[in-house]
């Protein structure tokens, strides 16, 4: 089994970065592909990034690119999300989740393992 706690969410002004963590324990879990993912009030759960097993790969969502980074730390079995510039409509509960599958995806189902989330709210 693998869980995963995500942390580092909070309220910040439009504008504002901010960085989330999302920690790994369990199986081991350096193959697994990782990504976030959000859901913002009345909304479905969406796509916001993924990272392969080595680092060495990585996609975005449209809305973010340019403004976020994913990045992991597998010694530590880490994953963060560098957002920057921040905007209103980045307001959502942010997950972390893992994948057996090595090949990066978008689909939500080619995740197994999920966290709990960490809320951010962007005030303008």
């Known amino acids: 089994q693998v869980r995963l706690v995500e942390s580092g969410g909070g309220l910040v002004q439009a504008g504002d970065s901010l960085k989330l963590s999302c920690a790994a324990s369990g199986r081991t879990v350096s193959r697994y592909s990782w990504a976030w993912f959000r859901q913002g009030p009345g909304d479905e759960r969406e796509f916001v990034a993924a990272i392969n097993w080595s680092g060495g790969n990585t996609h975005y969502a449209d809305s973010v690119k340019g403004r976020f980074s994913i990045s992991r730390d597998s010694a530590k079995n880490i994953l963060y999300l560098q957002m920057n510039n921040l905007t209103r409509e980045d307001t959502a509960v942010y997950y972390c989740?893992?994948?057996?599958?090595?090949?990066?995806?978008?689909?939500?189902?080619?995740?197994?393992?999920w966290g709990r989330g960490t809320q951010v709210t962007v005030s303008s």
């Open positions: 989740a893992a994948s057996i599958v090595t090949v990066l995806t978008t689909l939500r189902e080619r995740y197994g393992y």
